[in-house]
């Protein structure tokens, strides 16, 4: 469950683009879902447009991809749907140079990972803005963000949590001090290695954990571990299915340390000047999409087994923003 938000080096960033600025978008397909308007897409305002949606290739980003489309489609449009690209500099710079149209980008990854910043801001409005604001230069334009917000969180099993009681960050830290052998943490290799990860945390919190008491392990195993009770504390994303299916209990980041990641509409910036409709028909939508949702829907795909387009599809209709063509 990635958004995507690497910090590199700006000379590397650039690398990575200039390849990316030569191919463009040469696969996808027309989404054909038979769909009409419901709460949205009523009178048809983006009938005549011919738009590509693009996503990253991960559960999350494909779901908000197909989404995307789907509201396009009862609104009117004609969609070819370009959804999976791998990486996060590809759809991006598609959008950005017109190969696509739209997609959901995350502010942090926009902050952090294309803009160089080192600081994440720590309000989502303002991370939002600042974002917004500086992308106008760049031909892209940002739609009002979602309260789906995939950062990193630590977690623990419901036997750990009814045992401990910890409910913040700063109780781990607490818990660190007060009894050091109760704390033990499983994370990735790059959260262990991270400014905006574990070293960063333990400074923010005055978390003092030992490094005999850390195992780095890949992502997948660590919600196993964490579940089973074999670390007390895993690192994990906070959007992603597993921490539903698996019942974890998710720490409070209650000093707000970890960046920002919500999920927003990157729309090409022309685009948005041609079709101004698409403000109002993704606005309901975006409002609506949480942390609550995203697991839900991650959990269909990745512990489910589900298709990402057909989940999607089936909350568009169960929320009411689509029917049935």
């Not at 502010?107 to 992308?135: F, H, K, L």
């Not at 704390?183 to 945390?201: H, I, K, Q």
């Not at 993704?282 to 409002?287: E, S």
């Amino acid at each position: 469950m990635r958004r995507g938000a690497v910090l590199v080096p700006a000379g590397l960033l650039l690398a990575a683009l200039l390849p990316a600025a030569g191919c463009g978008l040469t696969s996808g397909s027309p989404m054909v879902d038979d769909v009409r308007p419901g709460s949205i897409g009523k009178g048809e305002p983006l009938k005549g447009a011919e738009l590509t949606v693009t996503s990253k290739s991960f559960t999350e980003s494909l779901i908000l991809g197909s989404i995307m489309g789907i509201a396009f489609e009862a609104a009117g449009a004609e969609v070819l749907d370009r959804t999976g690209i791998q990486g996060s500099i590809g759809g991006r710079e598609a959008v950005r140079k017109g190969d696509a149209d739209a997609m959901y980008e995350y502010t942090g990854t926009a902050w952090i990972t294309y803009m160089g910043n080192s600081e994440p801001i720590d309000d989502p409005q303002r991370q939002w803005e600042a974002v917004r604001d500086a992308d106008v230069k760049n031909g892209l334009t940002w739609l009002p963000q979602s309260r789906l917000n995939n950062t990193y969180a630590l977690a623990m099993n419901q036997e750990n949590f009814k045992k401990y009681r910890t409910k913040t960050l700063s109780d781990v830290a607490a818990l660190a001090e007060s009894d050091p052998g109760a704390v033990t943490l499983c994370v990735e290799s790059e959260f262990a290695n991270r400014a905006d990860g574990l070293p960063g945390m333990q400074k923010a919190y005055g978390m003092n954990v030992p490094a005999s008491r850390i195992t780095q392990m890949d992502t997948g195993i660590i919600y196993t571990q964490a579940a089973k009770g074999s670390c007390t504390f895993g690192e994990v994303f906070t959007t992603d299915g597993r921490i539903k299916s698996m019942n974890l209990a998710v720490m409070d980041d209650d000093r707000k340390f970890f960046p920002n990641y919500n999920a927003a509409p990157e729309i090409n910036s022309k685009t948005f000047e041609k079709w101004p409709a698409i403000a109002d028909v993704l606005a309901p939508v975006t409002a609506k999409l949480d942390n609550a949702v995203a697991q839900e829907l991650n959990a269909r795909v990745d512990v489910g087994g589900e298709d990402p387009h057909a989940v999607a599809l089936d909350w568009m209709k169960d929320e009411g923003f689509v029917k049935e063509g």
